[in-house]
């Protein structure tokens, strides 16, 4: 039985003849027990780089770490993922303030309670009280809280200048599960043949829901000479290959702020496009969850909706293309300077996608039932924050400006360590929370690295990790230009430890080029 017989066996095959199916590999096997070649295929196949074989050895150090074991390092410093909480950073006053709020409404009858919450998250958590009429312990509509949708459409019309209607916006765990909503309405798993422009370097769950949903990755190479720019050039050329074997390219990802390379998009780059995605009829997924993480004075972020909508009124030539563009937006409570990882909320707005595909996401959000309602307040609370006037309006702001100005700092820290190192080079972080330089590994390393069945920066990293303690993430888990090796760091340490970390990082670095040299270094 092939992978995709396994996928679709019970559709195939209906509900009884799956059943004899499971008795007879039973009654062949010494147990009932699953095994892997009874799993989808396609999940077994499924890679997902940061949390991936270099995380389990980390976990399994700090265990050993916590077991009193005597190791090169004495902690373990997370740079693999962008989990700003769990490396520091303290959540909002205000949004953990409604929060509870919300979660306990008994706090509201209690006069000493209310002299412990500012006025202002007082009224919010009263607000959505009034609008979740069932507590945050019922279910909600499929599509999301109505009342925070506005809030959700209130802040695309502020920041963009155009209107937005809360019934095309969909709150949901975290943008990734609205990334999989939307992959997983638009891939035919049983064709086998449906495709999706991804950028290369991408984010690694791009990667796996291809794989997941047997669609292929058709990868766009970014331009590294270029500060990791996208080029129409480069896209064309991956899609006219992809068609040429057959492949039916659905939809491009732009990922913007870039994860994993950190830079942002020009306002002419993304202009060309929209103008290819009207033209070669491609859905335009816009990742856009590190919009508020841009550190580059002469960069800002421009989301793909008010580019359209300004195409819309400039030439007839523009007018056409924002007309024939279908676009997908998602943001996240995860990043920004909120960093509510473990919350999951999030959200995605449709724009000028037909009512039936509405339709079916909305059967697929109803198959969940709904979002998490934590994660929906706190997207309500991360596009509606505190106003001036309102009394907690000046913490919020000192709150997330010493946020964001602390992590401009270290973006530009990280960036110049790494290109101090030897046969290192790494961009400037324009924005997003990770760096992603290029490593140029002696032969040594490179026949230590073949002799362990291992990417060369696979190699690296592991070795970063055995004798510093400090988790980063090989290129190859995001895929990279053929011949190229690479590892993405966050910059999210704190910053009194983030001298530290990278002078624990360049020590090792040296140590490690000399010794591979010669060939004579060890994992």
């Given at each position: 039985?092939?992978?995709r017989?396994l996928?679709l ?22 147990s009932?027990?699953?095994?892997p ?14 949390r991936?074989?270099i ?16 190791l090169?390092f004495d902690?373990?410093?997370y ?24 979660t306990?409404?008994a706090?509201?009858e ?6 412990l919450?500012?006025p202002?998250a007082v ?14 312990g019922?279910?909600?509509?499929s599509?999301?809280?109505?009342v ?5 459409a ?19 765990d ?8 939307l ?6 798993s049983?064709?086998g043949?449906?495709?999706m422009?991804?950028?290369?370097p991408?984010y690694p769950l791009?990667?796996?829901l ?7 990755l ?7 000479a270029q500060?990791?720019?996208v ?24 990922i ?25 009829n491609l859905?335009?997924l816009?990742d ?14 421009i ?26 937006s998602?943001h ?5 300077f909120?960093?509510?990882c473990?919350?999951?909320g ?20 109803s198959?969940?039932?709904c979002?998490?309602?934590h994660g ?7 596009v509606?924050?505190?106003r001036k006037g309102e ?10 400006g ?19 190192l ?7 972080v324009?924005?997003a ?5 290029r490593i140029?590994?002696?032969d040594?390393a ?12 696979a190699y ?7 004798n ?18 690479h ?9 009194a ?5 990278m ?5 090792y ?12 270094g060890?994992?």
């Open positions: 039985m092939d992978a017989s996928t066996g019970g559709a195939a095959l209906g509900v009884g003849a799956t059943l004899l199916a499971w008795h007879s590999r039973v009654g062949r096997a010494s009932a027990q699953l095994v070649s009874d799993l989808n295929q396609w999940l077994v196949e499924a890679q997902y780089a940061v991936g074989p995380l389990d050895v980390a976990n399994d150090f700090k265990r050993r770490l916590k077991a009193g074991e005597k090169p902690e373990l410093i740079c693999n993922i962008g989990n700003p909480q769990s490396l520091g950073q303290k959540p909002l006053a205000f949004n953990r303030e409604v929060l509870a709020l919300v306990n409404p706090l509201l209690s006069d000493k309670a209310r002299a919450f500012a202002d009224r919010r958590a009263e607000m959505y009280l009034k609008n979740i009429p069932n507590g945050l019922a279910y909600t509509n599509q999301g809280i109505e925070i949708r506005q809030e959700v209130d802040f695309i019309e502020r920041r963009d200048g155009f209107p937005a209607d809360k019934d095309s916006i969909f709150l949901t975290g943008a990734s599960a609205g990334v999989r909503m992959y997983q309405v638009m891939i035919d049983g064709a043949n449906d495709g422009l991804v950028p290369i991408q791009y990667s796996a291809t794989t997941l949903f047997n669609a292929n058709v990868g766009y190479l970014l331009d590294e500060a990791w720019g080029t129409v050039a480069q896209i064309t050329s991956a899609l006219t290959a992809a068609r040429a074997k057959g492949i039916k390219v659905k939809a491009i990802v732009i913007n702020p870039g994860n994993p390379t950190g830079q942002c998009l020009s306002l002419d780059s993304m202009t060309e496009i929209v103008k290819l995605c009207a033209r070669e859905v335009l816009a856009e969850v590190y919009q508020e993480n841009v550190y580059d004075p002469s960069k800002e972020f989301s793909f909706k008010k580019l359209v909508r300004t195409m819309g009124a400039g030439t007839e030539a523009e007018q056409e293309a924002a007309k024939a563009v279908s676009l997908v998602f996240s409570t995860s990043k920004g909120i960093g509510e473990g919350i999951r999030g959200y995605f707005e449709l724009d000028n996608l037909i009512p039936q595909v509405k339709e079916q996401l909305y059967k697929l959000a198959l969940t039932l979002a998490n309602t929906q307040i706190t997207t309500g609370l991360m509606n924050p505190p009394e907690s309006f000046a913490e919020f702001e000192a709150q997330s010493a946020i964001l100005a602390s992590l401009k700092r270290r973006a530009n820290l990280v960036s110049t360590k790494l290109n101090e030897e046969g290192v080079s790494c961009n400037a324009q924005g929370m990770y760096a992603f330089p140029d590994l002696p040594g490179l026949r230590k690295a073949r002799e362990q069945g291992m990417e060369p920066d690296y990293c592991m070795a970063v990790l055995k510093t303690g400090i988790v980063i993430v090989p290129g190859s888990g995001f895929k990279q230009a053929p011949g190229t090796f590892f993405r760091t966050t910059f999210l340490p704190p910053e430890k983030m001298e530290s970390v002078s624990r990082l360049a020590a670095h040296t140590q490690f080029m000399a010794e591979h040299k010669d060939g004579k060890e994992l």
